[in-house]
């Protein structure tokens, strides 16, 4: 597979979990994540996933407005991929931003890419 278009579809895939109607829909996120899938959360919490889990939290909110910068692919392995970018999270009720360093897993499995593995780390850059 061309990497570019697997950088694309890979970013598309890191786009589609961060909407709201995405992460609150059982079938959609099982579509998207692997039956193993473990995420070291912002928070610090780990999570892992059980088949028929949503996302629920305050980000699944019409308020919530995330953007990916710098985004980028290793090819690990023809069907592992290491993604890793920026996400900014602005809050429109509080004009707040939070960013946060993120790196993916996805495993090509049984016909389609699934997150293994998600980090998300808060920093303290200053977002314009």
Do not use: Q
């Given at each position: 597979m061309d990497s570019d278009f697997l950088k694309?579809?890979?970013?598309?895939?890191?786009?589609?979990?961060?909407?709201?109607?995405?992460?609150?829909?059982?079938?959609?996120?099982?579509?998207?994540?692997?039956?193993?899938?473990?995420?070291?959360?912002?928070?610090?919490?780990?999570?892992?996933y059980k088949k028929g889990d949503v996302i629920n939290s305050k980000d699944n909110s019409d308020v919530q407005i995330w953007k990916i910068k710098d985004f980028s692919i290793d090819i690990l392995a023809e069907d592992i991929i290491l993604a890793k970018y920026k996400?900014?999270?602005?809050?429109?009720?509080e004009d707040k931003k939070i960013c946060s360093i993120?790196?993916?897993?996805?495993?090509?499995?049984?016909?389609?890419?699934?997150?293994?593995?998600h980090q998300g780390t808060l920093t303290n850059q200053k977002i314009t």
């Open positions: 694309e579809h890979i970013l598309n895939l890191e786009k589609s979990l961060l909407k709201p109607e995405v992460r609150l829909s059982a079938e959609k996120v099982s579509g998207l994540l692997s039956d193993e899938f473990t995420e070291y959360c912002s928070s610090g919490k780990i999570y892992k996400a900014i999270k602005n809050n429109k009720l993120r790196s993916s897993i996805w495993k090509y499995i049984e016909g389609s890419w699934k997150m293994i593995f």
